[in-house]
């Protein structure tokens, strides 16, 4: 049996899609006999914006160390099987058809997540796969988050924090960080990214209310960018790095960050500057400032075009992409156009604000096949409201010919606003 098929029935067992609470997995987990307490070392990683390519940087980096890394992500691009990658490898078919059918007879048809199941069903796949390293990305949040039933922590990493999924999180950054910083272990090393002031003074609360020692972006840690490298700073030492391999200004932050993380761990998964050298170049995270290279899309590309792709969907994503947009604009790289598709639990005002001197035209589009999509009438009307000229599209293909209508003109198109209208977009375009 296909997994996408355990998968569909395994999507009946809760009324819920998100529900969060430990009880159920770690009822579950009970049951197949605790993988999650045979698991090794775990770097566990939250945030609200970057938490993905700080995994993928410090995976790059434990890798070019010939460490074997598991790693758990969340969401998928294109097939669920890339959020389980074992020892290096995305998990097979058999592998997860496998561990799948095991929690769901375990189970017994009580009221469980997909994503509580399929993370079980994660934990027992690591538990029988050697590795020295798990690289554990946190789904929602981070104290009720069904990752947190794991107790192997080697280090805790927050990345930037910032409003989003507030009807799960709170409705203020003091709310959400608590959640985040709900992670932290007593005496486990916590590695803390970029953080406004607010988010920052919880976290720290948290990390010196259970003893977690602190190594803080901006005092602990920090990264300057230069036209040909990356400096890093670790405590009174400076590291000389390339300039990383994903796109945009806000990767120092990111790359840094996963520096620290793989400082702080080096007493027990090694790794020196060479291995973060090797690390930011050979990083790989689809859909994030994404160069699309080839498929049908980009052929329709004229010459002088360029075709992007990026996940990002909350108001601080749109500041950071836009501010990569504007570096377009410096290069004088021709029009700018946004092809735009968001769910309706975003707010599109507070993303697309960002973006009001650097985009020429917005063309919006529902995500298809997403029930939770936003309108391309409702999100054309949110980018007028922010000052951006913008019209509704049929599809991708739609408002990509709407976005060439000048064969004379050159420039960039970044199709953007949600990672479920980039898996789509890569799933059309190999």
């Keep these: 049996m296909a997994p996408d098929t355990i998968l569909e029935r395994l999507s009946r067992l809760h009324p ?19 993988p999650e307490r045979r698991l090794p070392p775990v770097v566990h990683v939250a945030g609200t914006n970057g938490k993905g390519s700080v995994v993928a940087y410090l995976r790059a980096i434990l890798e070019a160390a010939g460490h074997r890394v598991h790693v758990y992500t969340s969401p998928h691009l294109v097939k ?28 017994a048809a009580r009221p469980i997540t997909l994503f509580e199941i399929t993370t079980a069903a994660a934990l027992l796949a690591f538990s029988r796969t050697p590795a020295d390293v798990l690289l554990l990305e946190v789904g929602l949040g981070g104290r009720l988050d069904t990752t947190n039933v794991v107790n192997a922590q080697i280090a805790s990493v927050i990345t930037p924090v910032s409003m989003d999924h507030m009807s799960f999180l709170g409705d203020t950054i003091q709310k959400i960080a608590f959640e985040k910083a709900g992670i932290l272990r007593p005496l486990v090393p916590a590695v803390i990214g970029p953080q406004g002031h607010a988010a920052r003074a919880v976290i720290e609360e ?27 700073r670790l405590g009174d030492t400076v590291h000389k790095l390339p300039i990383p391999a994903l796109p945009g200004a806000h990767q120092s932050a990111n790359a840094a960050t996963a520096v620290a993380a793989a400082s702080v761990i080096a007493p027990l998964v090694p790794s020196g500057p060479e291995h973060w050298a090797q690390g930011l170049l050979d990083v790989r995270w689809p859909a994030r400032l994404q160069l699309l290279s080839h498929g049908p899309l980009v052929e329709r590309m004229p010459d002088g075009w360029s075709l992007w ?5 909350n ?59 936003l309108s391309a009438r409702d999100l054309a009307e949110a980018a007028r ?45 190999g």
């Design 206 to 232: 948290r990390a010196g209310a259970i003893g977690a020692p602190m190594t803080r972006w901006a005092a602990e840690f920090g990264a300057q960018r230069y036209a040909g490298h990356l400096e890093v």
């Design 309 to 313: 792709l990026d996940g990002g969907h």
């Design 385 to 429: 409201s922010v000052g951006l000229k913008a019209m509704a599209a049929r599809n991708v293909e739609d408002a990509l010919t709407s976005a060439l209508t000048d064969p004379s003109a050159s420039g960039h198109v970044l199709i953007g606003g949600s990672l479920y209208l980039a898996g789509t977009v890569l799933r059309e375009n």
């Design 16 to 34: 819920k899609a998100i529900d969060l609470s430990l009880d159920r997995i770690q009822e579950l987990l009970d049951d197949l006999g605790n």
């Design 80 to 107: 669920f099987n890339e959020r389980v990658v074992l020892a290096g490898s995305e998990i097979s078919d058999v592998a997860f058809t496998e561990v799948l059918e095991e929690c769901e007879q375990v189970n």
């Design 315 to 373: 108001a601080d994503a749109g500041q950071v992409i836009a501010a990569h947009l504007a570096d377009w604009r410096v290069d004088g790289a021709g029009r700018v156009i946004l092809i735009l598709g968001m769910l309706n639990s975003k707010e599109p005002a507070d993303y697309l604000r960002p973006f009001q001197e650097v985009v020429d035209l917005v063309l919006t589009v529902a995500i298809p096949g997403e029930p939770n999509a």
